[in-house]
């Protein structure tokens, strides 16, 4: 995929699209106002991430909500990490069996939308990730945030980070937030923050619906994250589909051999769930 960064750099020196910050000057404080990334720009890195199998969520159903974390500073890292990836793009199978999920929710809970925080992920804002949490031991560090040496399902375009919101627009409570390293966050651990009172009945509930909702078109979640969800284990979507490496489409084949010990990439089992 050389062309297609070559083709970004082009495109970057003669655009004036690159998001930025202007400040304007006020009388008593500044205006920070974001610069629109050009829409040739977008255009073509939308041709090179479809030319591997990515699309755009909003171009299969756009009845889903979207608030795509890294493309702000709202998120654990605090500071924006995706520059010219102001969409969100999935595997299109990937993409299509959310649709599906989502008219479930909306057939069961009418009103009621998934709420999309992140799809697919480059490799190299996953080692981004990995890096800020060099104070965590590698050993424990993977279950925040998958290894980049290996590959997180989150960059072949086959995994999603996402809530609920009821049909007056508000997210269910889950109780955690969006990528809260806290144990309360695992769905493994749901019984004992259950039985402190941690964890109230109500926001059990709710993350079982949403685990209902995504296992109802096969994706799995993980123990870990009540947030994140696989269409295919990182084995799997690494013999399907090639990893997104830089924001502009570079990719690239990362094969992960098939063997019994790694095919489960400790996700939960469809017919499991962390409580009875």
């Excluded at 304007?24 to 890195?45: F, H, I, R, W, Y």
């Excluded at 069996?97 to 992140?118: A, E, N």
Aim: charged share 20%; proline share 4%; hydrophobic share 40%.
């Amino acid at each position: 995929m050389k062309w297609s960064w070559i083709l970004f750099l082009v495109l970057l020196s003669c655009s004036s699209g690159i998001p930025e910050e202007i400040v304007v000057a006020g009388d008593e404080k500044q205006v920070v106002l974001p610069v629109e990334v050009d829409s040739t720009l977008l255009l073509e890195v939308e041709k090179v991430m479809n030319s591997i199998g990515l699309v755009e969520l909003v171009s299969i159903d756009s009845t889903i909500q979207i608030d795509l974390k890294y493309a702000t500073s709202d998120n654990f890292m605090g500071m924006q990490l995706y520059d010219t990836l102001t969409r969100l793009f999935l595997q299109k199978k990937v993409a299509i069996r959310l649709s599906k999920s989502q008219h479930y929710l909306d057939s069961i809970y009418p009103g009621y939308s998934l709420l999309v925080y992140d799809g697919v992920r480059p490799r190299q804002v996953q080692q981004e990730m990995w890096n800020a949490l060099d104070s965590i031991p590698v050993y424990r560090r993977g279950k925040f945030v998958s290894n980049p040496k290996n590959g997180s399902v989150h960059n072949f375009g086959s995994a999603v980070d996402l809530t609920i919101v009821d049909a007056n627009g508000d997210v269910l409570d889950m109780g955690a937030g969006y990528d809260d390293f806290r144990e309360i966050a695992f769905p493994s651990h749901e019984s004992q923050f259950l039985k402190s009172g941690e964890l109230t009945s109500k926001q059990y509930q709710n993350r079982k619906l949403l685990r209902k909702v995504m296992r109802h078109t096969g994706f799995y979640n993980i123990p870990s994250e009540w947030w994140h969800f696989n269409a295919y284990s990182r084995v799997s979507a690494s013999n399907k589909h090639q990893m997104l490496l830089t924001e502009s489409g570079a990719s690239t084949w990362f094969k992960i051999p098939f063997k019994i010990d790694s095919i489960s990439d400790s996700l939960i089992k469809p017919d499991q769930d962390s409580i009875k």
